[in-house]
């Protein structure tokens, strides 16, 4: 029998990723829900991908900043972010935009069985079909 799988865009994944922290990092120190538990299955596998493309966002990064000319060190501002100029800006962008534009990613869902009422109607609409069944039609969801 297949498991069921579902597709995201780089950037719906680390939309979920960063909601789906948010809401454990809230229900820290409580008892743990089934919600918590299905977002951690979810995230082991979600995790792969996330630290592949971070990889590669790295090397592209690194590739387009600028180079100190006399030590070849890589510029960074205050900050810590790369320096880059006009042209290496460009191409950085248009190198990412084949990673978190439009590519898309497949893994299997964990659905929870109880979903929380405390759930933001953000929360809601990013879970469903990752962690909350694409069908649930229980009043407490949109």
Do not use: W
Not at 12 to 23: F, G, P, T, V
Not at 70 to 98: C, N, V
Request: glycine letters at 4%; one cysteine or more; aromatic letters at 8%.
């Amino acid at each position: 029998m297949e498991e069921n799988k579902v597709t995201r865009t780089y950037d719906e994944i680390m939309e979920y990723d960063r909601l789906s922290a948010a809401y454990k990092e809230s229900h820290k120190g409580k008892k743990e829900n089934k919600l918590c538990y299905a977002i951690f299955k979810i995230q082991t596998q979600l995790k792969k991908i996330v630290s592949k493309n971070n990889k590669k966002i790295l090397d592209i990064n690194i590739k387009h900043s600028l180079t100190d000319p006399d030590t070849k060190a890589i510029l960074k501002d205050e900050q810590g972010q790369f320096l880059y100029s006009q042209e290496g800006m460009r191409s950085r962008e248009k190198e990412l935009e084949s990673i978190v534009g439009g590519t898309e990613y497949t893994f299997i869902p964990y659905y929870t069985t109880e979903v929380p009422d405390d759930l933001s109607i953000d929360e809601r609409e990013i879970f469903k079909g990752i962690v909350i069944a694409p069908d649930r039609t229980e009043d407490n969801l949109v």
